[in-house]
């Protein structure tokens, strides 16, 4: 029998805008969902890999560059939709080391994803190391909570 949702998180809350992931994770935690399991990625997402088997769905929940969107806006899109916007460090090297889009196309390549995988992003304004989250990502954190409680029912 598969888990649920795995609700994995990415980002460096010390880097303003980057600490997204860390705030959606925390909030979900204060009012935890049965059958949600929350895994904080911090900035080594390549543990993605080794947390991502035996779910039956994936949410990933990042700071992210989509060039077009307004800055603080939040994208909610099934990662393999060939509509989805493309993210700025899709195909390079990231913060986190390895992209995001890297991992999972390692793990699709290798059978280890789930059958649903979305991302849950707020488009980043800033993420000097040592700022503040801006007021515009921090008003996406209730949103993303909200659509990944609606993706858990």
């Known amino acids: 029998m598969k888990k649920p949702i795995l609700i994995a998180t990415c980002g460096n809350p010390d880097a303003g805008d980057d600490g997204f992931g860390h705030a ?7 009012d ?9 990625l911090g900035i080594r997402s390549a543990d993605l ?8 769905a994936l949410i990933i929940v990042d700071a992210v560059c989509c060039p ?3 800055p603080g806006s939040l994208i909610d ?8 916007p493309v993210l700025k460090s899709e195909a390079a090297l990231s913060t986190h080391g390895i992209s995001i889009g890297q991992q999972l196309d390692l793990a699709q390549s290798l059978g280890m994803l789930p059958p649903v995988v979305r991302l849950v ?13 801006t007021k515009a990502v921090q008003r996406c954190i209730s949103n993303a909570v909200r659509l990944i ?5």
């Open 24 to 30: 959606v994770a925390d909030s979900l935690r204060t």
């Open 32 to 40: 935890a969902l049965s059958g949600i399991t929350v895994t904080e």
């Open 49 to 56: 890999l080794e947390n991502a088997q035996g779910y039956a």
């Open 68 to 70: 077009g969107e307004k």
């Open 77 to 84: 899109v099934d990662w393999f939709d060939p509509a989805r």
């Open 121 to 133: 992003g707020a488009n980043i304004v800033q993420v000097d190391i040592g700022s503040l989250m």
């Open 149 to 153: 409680r609606q993706h858990a029912l």
